[in-house]
């Protein structure tokens, strides 16, 4: 069945970096696009970005344009998300997510919080 294991999520301060990945299984990796949201608690999920099969087309919510850069690792079935220049912000619980034949799939998500 599909499974996507996000990591990598902490507690960093204002203008720090972290790194998320997410580990995906139970389907052809390289056959979907990737996505990552993130959700505040008692806010709806907001889309951060999206990486297309091969990687070459992304996209990012205004809010992390020039901060956040997404990528995939085929061959590893992992989709990344670095985030540099953190702000208070993007405090949040991020998740990644495919849709595979018109159903969503998610992970269980990791928190990130960073402190001002």
């Known amino acids: 069945q599909v499974q996507l294991v996000e990591s990598g999520g902490g507690l960093v301060q204002a203008g720090g970096s972290l790194r998320l990945s997410c580990a995906a299984s139970g389907f052809t990796f390289s056959s979907y696009a990737m996505s990552w949201y993130r959700q505040v608690s008692g806010e709806e999920r907001e889309l951060v970005a999206t990486?297309?099969?091969?990687?070459?087309?992304?996209n990012y919510a205004d809010s992390v344009k020039g901060r956040f850069t997404i990528s995939r690792d085929n061959a590893k079935n992992t989709v990344y998300l670095q985030m540099n220049s953190l702000k208070p912000e993007d405090t949040a619980v991020y998740y990644c997510?495919?849709?595979?034949?018109?159903?969503?799939?998610w992970g269980q998500g990791t928190q990130v919080t960073v402190s001002s």
């Open positions: 990486i297309s099969i091969a990687g070459g087309s992304t």
């Open positions: 997510k495919i849709r595979r034949n018109s159903i969503d799939y």
